[in-house]
């Protein structure tokens, strides 16, 4: 399984960012992808997150500014990003939560993470 993060850049404040990741290999079912952040000198935060029949979880800095979303037939999550400040300025990491064959349990997996950069 793999997850292929893209999107990343750098942006002047106000600008926007759109973040997409696919997941791709032996995979039965994605109950739930999601992003984190890790700014440097950070632990790795929560951006938001979605589950396979569209329930929705953002972190509180992306509330009212992200958006996040999904293409279940592409296996494909997306994460809108509008207003950005420099303190979202971090790497992205994609995350899935997914079994690979009917009767396996849920495993999570994490994609190389992609760059934001925010200037003022």
């Known amino acids: 399984v793999q997850l292929q993060a893209s999107g990343g850049g750098l942006v002047q404040a106000g600008e926007s960012l759109r973040l997409s990741c696919a997941a791709s290999?032996?995979?039965?079912?994605?109950?739930?992808m999601g992003w984190y952040r890790q700014a440097t000198g950070k632990g790795r935060e929560l951006v938001a997150a979605?589950?396979?029949?569209?329930?929705?979880n953002y972190g509180d800095s992306a509330k009212g500014r992200f958006t996040i979303s999904r293409d279940n037939s592409q296996k494909t999550t997306f994460l809108q990003m509008n207003n950005l400040k420099p303190g979202d300025t971090a790497v992205y990491y994609c995350?899935?939560?997914?079994?690979?064959?009917?009767?396996?349990?849920?495993?999570?997996?994490w994609g190389q993470g992609t760059k934001v950069t925010v200037s003022s």
């Open positions: 979605i589950t396979n029949d569209g329930a929705t």
């Open positions: 290999g032996n995979i039965f079912e994605i109950d739930a």
């Open positions: 995350n899935a939560v997914l079994n690979r064959h009917r009767f396996a349990a849920d495993s999570e997996y």
